[in-house]
C-alpha cells in the first residue's frame, strides 16, 4: 500500500535556530517527492520537487534531501522565522504522477 | 501571480442535500484536481481531470461524486446527497500539464460541513 510518514509529529523551535523534519515513503512505481507548506486554514504550497535521481534541492531557507534507496527524505529549515511556523506535509507521486499520495505533516511551531 | 480560487469559503448543507463546490483553475492550466482534508487528518487525493475527462479517481470518488467543467473557467465537484463523513475542507488543484514532475497550485480551500 502506498503511504507516506513524517516524523515528529509537532516540534516547537526558537527563532533562529535549524531544525530538520523526517519522511519514509513507500510508493511503487516512485516518481518524485514533494514538500508543501500549509498554513492553518490554506492550501497546502509548494517548497521542492526532487525526483528519484536527485539527492537534495534547495529554495531559500529550505533544503530538502532524497535518499531513493532507503526511500528517506528530509526537510532542513534554516535561521527560523515565526512565519516559519506552519504544517510542512511530505507528499510523494507515483510513476503516473497524477495522484498525490500525502503524509500527515509535521506541525512547527516558531516562538520568539 | 495567478492563483487558484475556490467558492464559497465555507458552506453549510444538511444531510442528504446536494452540494456543488467550484474553482476557478489557473488560466493556462490544463489538468484539474480534487483533494479533501478531514479534520486532523492527512490529504487524500480525490480526482484529477483533463480534456473533459476524468483521468484518475480514488476509492474515496464514489457515485455520490461528480466533477465537471461547465465552461471555460470554472471545474465543479458535485455531492449528490451529503452524509456527516462527507465533512471536510476541500481543495482545488491545477497544474500546466499532467506529468509526474508537474507543479500542483492548490485553492485556499471551501470548508464544507454537513449536519
Known amino acids: 500500500k502506498n503511504q507516506v510518514e513524517q516524523s515528529p509529529q509537532s516540534l516547537i523551535i526558537l527563532e533562529g535556530k535549524n531544525c530538520t523534519l523526517q519522511c519514509n515513503y513507500t510508493v511503487s512505481p516512485f516518481s518524485n517527492l514533494r514538500w508543501y507548506k500549509q498554513d492553518t486554514g490554506r492550501g497546502p504550497v509548494s517548497l521542492t520537487i526532487?525526483?528519484?535521481?536527485?539527492n537534495t534541492k534547495s529554495n531559500g531557507r529550505y533544503t530538502a534531501t532524497l535518499d531513493a534507496d532507503t526511500k528517506q527524505s528530509s526537510l532542513h529549515i534554516t535561521a527560523s522565522q515565526l512565519s516559519d511556523s506552519a504544517s510542512y506535509i511530505c507528499v510523494a507521486s507515483n510513476q503516473a504522477g497524477t495522484a498525490l499520495i500525502f503524509g500527515k505533516g509535521t506541525t512547527l511551531s516558531v516562538s520568539s | 501571480e495567478p492563483e487558484v480560487t475556490q467558492t464559497p469559503s465555507h458552506q453549510v448543507t444538511q444531510m442528504g442535500q446536494e452540494v456543488i463546490l467550484r474553482c476557478v483553475p489557473i488560466s493556462n492550466h490544463l489538468y484539474f484536481y480534487w483533494y479533501r482534508q478531514i479534520l486532523g487528518q492527512k490529504v487524500e487525493f480525490l480526482v484529477s481531470?483533463?480534456?473533459?475527462?476524468?483521468?484518475?479517481k480514488s476509492e474515496i470518488f464514489d457515485d455520490q461524486f461528480s466533477v465537471e467543467r461547465p465552461d471555460g473557467s470554472n471545474f465543479t465537484l458535485k455531492i449528490r446527497s451529503t452524509k456527516l463523513e462527507d465533512s471536510a475542507m476541500y481543495f482545488c488543484?491545477?497544474?500546466?500539464?499532467?506529468?509526474?514532475?508537474?507543479?500542483?497550485?492548490f485553492g485556499p480551500g471551501t470548508r464544507l460541513t454537513v449536519t
Open positions: 481531470f483533463y480534456n473533459n475527462e476524468i483521468s484518475e
Open positions: 526532487m525526483t528519484f535521481s536527485e
Open positions: 488543484a491545477s497544474s500546466e500539464v499532467g506529468s509526474g514532475l508537474s507543479e500542483q497550485y
